[in-house]
């Protein structure tokens, strides 16, 4: 069961300076709240099935994923999965007149690991709980973006 959260923010910058943030992975501690580092795999570029590891935090835990991008669009999308819990996380972009509509998109399509459900319901507080984080992980995220890309 695909199970998708969604969010989308105005960006007041073209396409092109947005992609050059959120296509470098590596960058994305800087906005997300659950993201504490990322690191490519040795001798990987950014691209199409480029792997990397994220460390993650939700309140006193901590946790590595690993995850290899599954396409990348320059000024159009960029898009990876989590090999732990099957998670696909997305970024589109859609310029709109001088600006940018960047949408974060977290999608299930082949479901969530039994692994994934049993820690998200042991440690992470169950499902709706960690789920409502993930969305408001998703807004800060967006709005770090945003005032990165603005500034």
Known sequence: MDQQLEDS????????QVWALVSDVRRMAEWSP?????????GAELG????????????ELEW???ARIVRFLPE????FRI???????SFHLRAEGDGTLLTQRRSTP???????????EGFLGGMDVFTAALRDGMRQTLTGIKATAEA
């Open 110 to 120: 082949d479901g969530i690991s039994d692994l994934s459900r049993e820690l998200t």
């Open 64 to 66: 590595t994923t690993h």
């Open 48 to 59: 199409d099935g480029a792997a990397f590891t994220n460390r993650n935090r939700h309140g």
């Open 83 to 89: 090999e732990e819990n099957w998670a696909v996380w």
């Open 9 to 16: 923010i105005g960006i007041d910058a073209p396409p092109a």
């Open 34 to 42: 659950q993201v504490t580092s990322t690191r490519l795999a040795e």
């Open 76 to 79: 159009e999308e960029i898009a």
